[in-house]
T-cell receptor, first 110, second 112 residues
Framework: EDQVTQSPEALRLQEGESSSLNCSYTVSGLRGLFWYRQDPGKGPEFLFTLYSAGEEKEKERLKATLTKKESFLHITAPKPEDSATYLCAVQAGNDYKLSFGAGTTVTVRA | EAGVTQFPSHSVIEKGQTVTLRCDPISGHDNLYWYRRVMGKEIKFLLHFVKESKQDESGMPNNRFLAERTGGTYSTLKVQPAELEDSGVYFC??????????FGPGTRLTVL
């Protein structure tokens, strides 16, 4: 069974204090690794898809990277509006379904 | 372009009652998925439709859950009879192919 582990569970940052979130995975035949952002009371919002080791994607203050065993989501100079739960999910084998990690809740203080 | 919509946003029912959740995917998306998150746990896959056909039902917990997608458009997820452990947030997602899935806002189900 696919396993996705995210760390830390929670992260409190000062505005402008850069940090990284980790997503480690154990799957048979990775097809894609997905990062989502979820705000309270809302559904997950798509951020990035990574398909192969060495790939990187960027969007505003967020940058996602992928190795053969894990992915990192780097938040550079975060702002309070970056506060959210960040979810990592994998798609493997011939399946379309996503297997999610438990998420990292990021709080950015002004 | 309208996103994935779900109805109702909240539902509170008694144990043993029936509840039907509805999902309208993004127009043109053949793939439709149901997921749920129960308290304190990660989001878990329930099932996957391609148009009106069930492609993968491996995540459906038991035969009290019935999903349909008539005509390959909207989908319904019926829980009958509901049990306490069915409480959680039910998410629907859609995708045009085997790539990124776009999620709806979810339906929060509370079974008393």
């Amino acid at each position: 069974e696919d396993q996705v582990t995210q760390s830390p569970e929670a992260l409190r940052l000062q505005e402008g204090e850069s940090s990284s979130l980790n997503c480690s995975y154990t799957v048979s035949g990775l097809r894609g690794l997905f990062w989502y952002r979820q705000d309270p009371g809302k559904g997950p919002e798509f951020l990035f898809t990574l398909y192969s080791a060495g790939e990187e994607k960027e969007k505003e203050r967020l940058k996602a990277t992928l190795t053969k065993k894990e992915s990192f989501l780097h938040i550079t100079a975060p702002k309070p509006e970056d506060s959210a739960t960040y979810l990592c999910a994998v798609q493997a084998g011939n399946d379309y379904k996503l297997s999610f990690g438990a998420g990292t809740t990021v709080t950015v203080r002004a | 372009e309208a996103g994935v919509t779900q109805f109702p946003s909240h539902s509170v029912i008694e144990k043993g009652q029936t509840v039907t959740l509805r999902c309208d995917p993004i127009s043109g998306h053949d793939n439709l998925y149901w997921y749920r998150r129960v308290m304190g746990k990660e989001i878990k896959f329930l099932l996957h439709f391609v148009k009106e056909s069930k492609q993968d039902e491996s995540g459906m917990p038991n035969n009290r859950f019935l999903a349909e997608r008539t005509g390959g458009t909207y989908s319904t997820l019926k829980v009958q009879p509901a049990e306490l452990e069915d409480s959680g947030v039910y998410f629907c997602a859609s995708s045009p192919a085997d790539n990124e899935q776009f999620f709806g806002p979810g339906t929060r189900l509370t079974v008393l």
